[in-house]
């Protein structure tokens, strides 16, 4: 069936330091797509979205970029701090005659002070 | 402003049994979703509730099912529980889109702990 997959389940990265987590997708119907953040006992909390006619997207620290071509969404997080350390879930809008979304399995972010 | 509330935060009960989750959505929102999350997995959508009727399914057998109230909140039922089902139950709200492009975030709550034994 369709969905979300992402390249590594882990990132490690040293405080100070931008992260990239990537993540592809297998449904070319899918016309928004969005990151979540996933803190020990919470919901998913929104980070950033981007739309189909869309390839970049600039938040605060995050930025989102969307390869229609191969399938593929990244997400960076400038200057990590301690405070990014979260699951993040990458997710696409799938419009079946209704719109549900879809997510990932996740990538485990750790900084490292 | 409330955000989507969950309860109960944390449940234990027994397979076979029966167990009822409860969500009020963010104020403003009259969409609500319902995902299952399993340790170290990303959620699982089981079904989406707008004018009180259910909209979307993903695959999950009929032992779940839902309801919408008029003010937009929700439950979720599961009937004969197995082991398999100990898991996060996450419900999220969304507004009022335009139908023909959907372009809103979810918004979650921290979700119900469900341990069946």
């Known amino acids: 069936g369709e969905s979300v997959g992402l390249h590594l389940p882990t990132l490690s990265v040293q405080e100070g330091d931008n992260s990239i987590i990537n993540c592809a997708y297998s449904n070319s119907a899918s016309d928004y797509f969005i990151w979540y953040k996933q803190e020990s006992g919470k919901g998913p909390q929104f980070i950033i979205d981007?739309?189909?006619?869309?390839d970049k997207r600039q938040g605060q620290r995050v930025t989102v970029l969307l390869n229609k071509t191969v399938k593929h969404l990244s997400l960076q997080i400038a200057a990590t701090q301690p405070g990014d350390s979260a699951v993040y879930f990458c997710?696409?809008?799938?419009?079946?005659?209704?719109?549900?979304?879809?997510f990932g399995a996740g990538t485990r972010l750790f900084v490292k002070a | 402003d409330a955000g989507v509330t969950q309860s109960p935060t944390h449940l234990i009960k027994t397979r076979g049994q029966q167990v009822t989750l409860r969500c009020s959505p963010k104020s403003g929102h009259d969409t609500v979703s319902w995902y299952q999350q399993a340790l170290g997995q990303g959620p699982q959508f089981i079904f989406q509730?707008?004018?009180?009727?259910?909209?979307q399914r993903g695959n999950f057998p009929d032992r779940f099912s839902g309801h919408q109230f008029p003010n937009y909140s929700s439950e979720l039922n599961v009937n004969a529980l197995l082991l398999g089902d100990s898991a996060l139950y996450l419900c999220?709200?969304?507004?009022?889109?335009?139908?023909?492009?959907?372009?809103?975030?979810?918004?979650f709550g921290n979700g119900t702990r469900l341990t069946v034994t």
């Open positions: 999220a709200s969304s507004p009022t889109v335009d139908r023909s492009s959907y372009n809103s975030p979810l918004h």
């Open positions: 509730y707008y004018e009180e009727e259910e909209r």
């Open positions: 981007i739309r189909s006619n869309m």
């Open positions: 997710a696409e809008t799938q419009n079946t005659g209704g719109f549900k979304t879809i």
